[in-house]
């Protein structure tokens, strides 16, 4: 080992990282997690106890004895949580397949596309980050909408004569998630694609392998990480989707993001919106957990 | 019996460029046959062409009398051993070896065994349940050839097989791939650049240049009789002499070297010659007889010249002769012989060519 400036740079480059997670990442989840286990108050915070480090030790210890899981507790106790638990994942799941059916098509053409065409062809995909998210989901309530572009076009060529339904319900959540969340299924299967090696086809080609073979027994196997990697990009998100049900869902779409909301700022229950958001994620890391064991028991990839 | 594959003036086109200029080559049943060339040259697009990877622009290729025009790669009774070998990184070897087989809807147990019997044929016993990224430089290759040969093809077309490979392993491999070829009586098509690999593994090579076949023949014809300076040069070591055609009749040329009047040298051409023309000689480097000078002037036939550099390589040895003309001539001398000279730098030598040895070249 090197000492001097040398080491200290190299102790800098290896701190630093642990410092940025510490600031951004470990202390805001410390502070909901310390919300979760408080009580809600008529106050300002509107929870109760706050730590004031002014006040010393005793106070503090104090403090940390009026924590308490009675915000779980009230967690499990209304059915509502539950539902809305897994509505979100319910809905989250079926979108994630959904967007997975329409990006493969996509990223597949994008990697088999000529070489010139590609990093164009991301661009395009990436497009849609140049416009705001908020502006491009209102856009979908005036193509959804039952006298919107959609159903205008519908009945202009004579398809429909009701108009469809579909603005403010589930379906249209799901538009609007597949809708927002298609780049990210689409670039990491698309690096997942284009890194394939084209003599794997062409070997299974000439190994007999008709082209619908070639996809399913070659192509579709090796483009596994980009699978999950797409899918949870997209699932994990879209389970916490506040804007979306928000903006296009109906009264009854029930996803956990507006019941966070709804807890924050009709309810005021800070404790209880902090522990639903600590479940979610509970919930969360559990397929994360998955996807990590995956990836370390198969070293799969193209070369 | 007719050939097994007949290549009939075949032209690939790549916008302007014919990367194979109108072909037209055959390969017997059983025969092995190396297409030699520099990178570049069309090797590899004609492999292709066999193989179903990519359609011809005009010409045809008939594989067992039958015209593949139409004909789609997974249809074909060719099978490919890839430069890379791809082999499928999510498959255990044994599968990977069993997908074509699969593909041919074989029974699960003829299956079982036609894999094993791959296994054993290149030596990977106990290496089935494996997955590729286990495998060394190597196992790779046999898995491939392995793969490639268990549909019992009637011809392999091998792209660069061992180019992934040591040198060491190499050499090895060359010849248990043709005793595989000898033991299968399987067609083989192997593409290289390597002339060392071509000359020990092919019963035919194929010279390719900028799409065209520049001589076709066996290892020691392409050697001995190069049929233009393009193959004598890339084939092994030459000395290229540049001369004027003096006469030429019955197949046998006359030239005279530049630079040195008097030197008339007369060998077999393959193609006629137009006195005045000009042409090479061409002399392999052991074909260079070197001896001391004993003070007298050289004899009739023999070139004055001094000893500018020496190389022992084991078997052999090299001396470079530098003749009066400034020309450097390249001598290979088998060890006794080198050892019995004791030549080193400096000495003065008298160089000829021996018996047989040298080739007027036509272009």
């Known amino acids: 080992m090197s000492a001097g400036r040398g080491s200290l740079v190299e102790r800098a480059a290896i701190v630093l990282p642990f410092v940025w997670l510490a600031v951004f990442f470990a202390a805001p989840f410390l502070i909901v997690v310390k919300i979760s286990l408080s009580q809600a108050a008529l106050a300002q915070p509107p929870y109760a106890p706050v730590f004031e480090l002014s006040e010393g030790l005793g106070a503090l210890r104090a403090g940390l004895r009026e924590l308490s899981f009675s915000a779980y507790a009230a967690l499990a106790e209304d059915a509502l949580y539950l539902r809305a638990y897994l509505s979100s994942l319910w809905i989250a799941g079926l979108a994630t397949a959904l967007t997975l059916c329409a990006a493969y098509p996509l990223a597949f053409a994008m990697a088999r596309a000529p070489a010139h065409w590609q990093p164009h062809l991301v661009m395009l995909a990436i497009a849609p980050f140049w416009t705001s998210f908020l502006i491009r989901v209102y856009a979908w309530i005036a193509i959804l909408r039952d006298e919107g572009l959609l159903n205008r076009a519908l009945a202009g060529i004579g398809f429909i004569t009701e108009p469809l339904h579909i603005f403010a319900t589930d379906t249209a959540v799901l538009i609007g998630i597949v809708y927002s969340y298609l780049p990210f299924m689409v670039l990491p299967l698309y690096s997942a694609l284009a890194r394939q090696d084209p003599a794997l086809t062409e070997a299974a080609a000439d190994l007999g392998a008709k082209p619908l073979a070639c996809f399913w027994r070659i192509t579709f196997p090796l483009s596994r990480p980009g699978i999950l990697a797409g899918s949870l990009l997209v699932f994990i998100p879209a389970a916490g989707e506040f804007v979306i049900p928000d903006l296009l869902g109906g009264s009854d779409t029930l996803m956990i993001g507006k019941v966070l909301w709804s807890e924050f700022f009709d309810n005021r229950d800070w404790p209880a919106a902090c522990a639903a958001a600590i479940v979610l994620l509970a919930l969360l890391l559990i397929p994360l957990a998955l996807w990590e064991r995956t990836r370390s028991a198969e070293p799969v990839g193209g070369r | ?363």
């Open chain 2, 1 to 363: 019996m007719p050939p097994l594959v007949e290549i009939q003036e075949v032209t690939r086109r790549f916008g302007a460029l014919a990367a194979v200029d109108n072909v037209s080559l055959e390969i017997a049943e059983g025969e092995f046959l190396a297409l030699l060339g520099p990178s570049g040259c069309g090797k590899t697009t004609l492999m292709r062409l066999i193989a179903g990877f990519g359609a011809a622009d005009s010409g045809r290729i008939l594989i067992g009398g039958r015209d593949m025009a139409d004909v789609p790669p997974y249809e074909r009774p060719v099978n490919m051993m890839f430069q890379s070998h791809a082999l499928f990184p999510h498959m255990s070897v044994e599968s990977n070896i069993a997908f074509g087989l699969a593909r041919a809807g074989m029974s699960k147990g003829d299956m079982g065994r036609r894999v094993a019997e791959m296994l054993r044929l290149v030596q990977m016993e106990g290496f089935g349940a494996r997955r590729p990224h286990q495998l060394s430089g190597g196992q790779s290759q046999r898995v491939a050839l392995a793969r490639a040969l268990a549909r019992r093809p009637r011809l392999l077309l091998l792209d660069e097989p061992l180019a992934a490979l040591d040198r060491k392993l190499r050499e090895e491999t060359q010849f248990e791939l043709k005793a595989v070829q000898r033991e299968l009586g399987t067609a083989f098509m192997l593409v290289t650049h390597d002339q060392g690999e071509a000359m020990a593994m092919a019963g035919r090579i194929a010279v390719m240049r900028a799409g065209a076949i520049a001589q076709t023949g066996s290892p020691r014809e392409i050697y001995e009789s190069p049929a233009s300076r393009f193959v004598a040069e890339f084939v092994g070591g030459i000395n290229l002499f540049e001369a004027v055609v003096v006469s030429f009749a019955g197949g046998i040329a006359s030239a005279r070297l530049d630079g040195a009047s008097d030197f008339v040298f007369t060998a077999r051409c393959s193609s006629p010659l137009a006195a005045g023309q000009k042409t090479a000689l061409a002399v392999r480097p052991e074909s260079i007889v070197i001896t001391r000078t004993g003070g007298a002037p050289p004899a009739p036939g023999a070139l004055r010249g001094e000893v500018v550099d020496t190389a022992f390589l084991g078997g052999i040895f090299h001396a470079r002769v530098k003749l009066a003309s400034g020309f450097v001539v390249l001598s290979a001398l088998s060890g006794p012989a080198a050892a019995e000279l004791g030549l080193t730098r400096g000495d003065s030598v008298d160089a000829s060519i021996g018996p047989g040895g040298g080739r007027i070249l036509a272009s």
